[in-house]
């Protein structure tokens, strides 16, 4: 828990002390030079950041409101960022951004810096070509991972959320890969009504203390669109 109390709030070159998160955001992924905004903060709301805007680099003074803790040594973290700031006024339908997020994390066994993403793209990191991308779909289903861990292990929960005003009726895809342990690949369907959430228990593979897995849980439309 100390490893995320280190750095205090505000702008800290050295918010690496922490562990901490990386954020690389394009609102014009697509733009022959996409502006790009990157910060790394820390559970205190330390960080620091760089942009290039109109092809220009230059400082950038986040908006942002952040919250984390610790419980049962699992590190929580939620954390807004307001459109305005990286000049999208209105995020319409359709419309994709360019999002990069990364957990920066010391090993406490040999104290070397590891870093794993919510994305496996393999390229440059300020690549705007390999960022994933967020697509606005109005009436999309929410999707959260409310749990990883407990006292226990691997504790996989997903909560979706239908906020349309008609039934969806979904198609769930999940596949949870250890590097040399048996894998797990799922196929389901899901109806939901207007204002329905269900909650999933998603099952983990018996896996070797110091083996890495790569999960990934996909929520289609009857068309399979994302």
């Not at 066994?109 to 590891?114: E, L, N």
């Amino acid at each position: 828990q100390g490893i995320l109390t280190r750095t205090g709030k505000g702008y800290n070159t050295k918010v690496f002390m922490d562990d901490c998160f990386e954020f690389v955001i394009s609102p014009n992924p697509d733009a022959a030079m996409p502006d790009l905004f990157h910060i790394i903060v820390n559970n205190r709301g330390a960080y620091m950041t760089q942009s290039r805007q109109n092809t220009a680099n230059c400082a950038w003074a986040p908006e942002f409101e952040a919250a984390g803790n610790v419980e049962n040594n699992i590190w929580t973290y939620e954390i807004a960022f307001p459109l305005a700031q990286f000049g999208i006024t209105q995020w319409q339908d359709g419309e994709a951004i360019g999002l990069r997020i990364c957990r920066n994390w010391k090993r406490l066994s040999t104290g070397d810096f590891g870093q794993s993403s919510w994305s496996q793209i393999r390229g440059t990191f300020f690549d705007s070509g390999n960022m994933p991308r967020v697509t606005l779909k109005n009436g999309a289903p929410v999707v959260r991972f409310l749990s990883l861990r407990n006292e226990s292990g691997a504790d996989l929960k997903v909560g979706i959320f239908n906020p349309d005003g008609k039934t969806r009726e979904l198609k769930l895809q999940y596949f949870h890969q250890p590097i040399n342990s048996q894998s797990i690949n799922l196929e389901d369907r899901l109806r939901l009504a207007p204002g329905e959430s269900k909650v999933i228990n998603l099952p983990v593979a018996q896996i070797t203390p110091e083996e890495s897995v790569q999960t990934a849980f996909r929520v289609s439309d009857e068309n399979n669109e994302p």
